[in-house]
């Protein structure tokens, strides 16, 4: 987002603000000059970023909503509030379809009276085609692709100035549940001795598109300033890895070799996110952070954190 002499009495909501992605928008906006208003489930002091003006809501909560929209009268919406644990979904399905979609459709009938706030709602690229024969590889992936009909079917309805944005694998330091953030957190669990079994990996060759959050928010700032309501937008770093190459890196920084344990499954991803980003819309943008940077900094996370979530 460029900085401009009004910025500062810009106002942008983001939800889910003490989660990985959310704490780092939180910095990230506020060292822009916006004022940041912050919802969270439960306010507690950790969470907290320098700046940033905090609200309690359950984003289940319609009344609860509707309200602080209207108190807080943002000029930008950043949504990255709900679930993203591909296991917790196939245990709480109907938990994943009421926290994905819900809130999202809450939040924008709350901002119909704010014609001209601009709204980017975080997704996946594990969504799939809601079009028959309908084969979701999980509850998670149904949650996300109902959330991106419901957001794009909403700017249709009603003209809001609404877009969506697909990272790829978010990866750096924060409390993610991602692959990445999984496997630092049992590099460093070894280093100090507390891990003795070896962290299981499906595949050598499975391969994923790795992106900064910091990179990422970033490019959701641009989203936010420029984007084209309506549209559906690929973020991602354009460089895929191996799983087997995010582990030979990780273990490289860490300067020892941790125990893990290779699965046997085939390699059936490779591709697929540079194929389903050549039929989105395309971000003019390059990333900044290098892998190595990135793995750097969740190693070092964990280690300051003992392995902890926070």
Same mark, same amino acid.
């Given at each position: ?12 909501l983001?939800t889910?603000a003490?989660?990985?992605?959310g704490?780092? !928008? ?8 916006l ?16 700046g ?5 809501c359950?984003?289940?909560d319609?009344?609860?909503i509707?309200e602080?929209?209207g108190?807080?009268a ?7 509030a709900?679930?993203n ?12 379809? @009421? ?9 924008l009938?709350?901002l119909?009276p ?11 690229m ?17 949650? *996300?692709?109902?959330q991106?009909a !419901?957001?794009?079917?909403w ?5 809001q ?8 694998n ?6 993610s ?16 001795? @507390? ?29 936010l300033?420029?984007? *084209?309501?309506?549209k ?6 354009g ?7 995010i582990?030979g890196?990780?273990? @490289? ?13 085939e390699?059936?991803?490779? /591709? *697929?996110?540079?194929h ?5 819309k ?11 940077d ?11 954190r003992?392995? /902890?979530?926070?």
């Open positions: 987002m460029d900085a401009r002499n009004d910025l500062h009495q810009r106002v942008i983001i889910g003490s989660g990985f992605t704490s780092h !928008a939180c910095r990230y906006f506020a060292g822009q000059g004022q940041v208003a912050a919802i969270v489930r439960h306010i507690r002091e950790e969470d907290k970023v320098e940033v003006r905090y609200y309690s359950d984003l289940l319609k009344k609860c509707e602080l929209v108190t807080i943002p000029d930008y919406v950043l949504h990255l709900g679930k644990s591909v296991p917790e979904s196939w245990e709480e399905p109907l938990l994943y379809m @009421e926290t994905n979609v819900l809130p999202t459709l809450y939040l009938n709350a119909r704010l014609p001209s706030c601009r709204v980017l709602i975080a997704g996946t594990a969504v799939f085609k809601l079009t028959p024969p309908f084969r979701p590889p999980h509850p998670y992936s149904l949650s *996300k692709s109902l991106k !419901a957001v794009l079917s700017r249709e309805l009603f003209g100035a609404v877009m969506l944005a697909e990272p790829s978010l990866i750096g330091p924060g409390p549940t991602g692959f990445c953030a999984l496997l630092g957190r049992h590099i460093t669990a070894w280093e100090r001795g @507390e891990a003795t079994e070896p962290f299981r990996i499906s595949s050598r060759n499975a391969s994923r598109d790795f992106l900064d959050v910091r990179d990422a928010v970033k490019a959701y700032g641009i989203l300033e420029k984007g *084209k309501p309506g559906n937008y690929a973020v991602r770093s460089k895929e890895y191996t799983l087997a190459e582990t890196l990780f273990m @490289e920084l860490a300067g020892k070799t941790a125990p893990v344990e290779w699965g046997e499954g390699d059936t991803t490779k /591709g *697929k996110t540079a389903k980003a050549a039929s989105m395309l971000l003019r943008w390059e990333p900044s952070i290098p892998i190595r990135s793995l750097t900094d969740v190693l070092e996370y964990f280690r300051i003992g392995g /902890g979530s926070k």
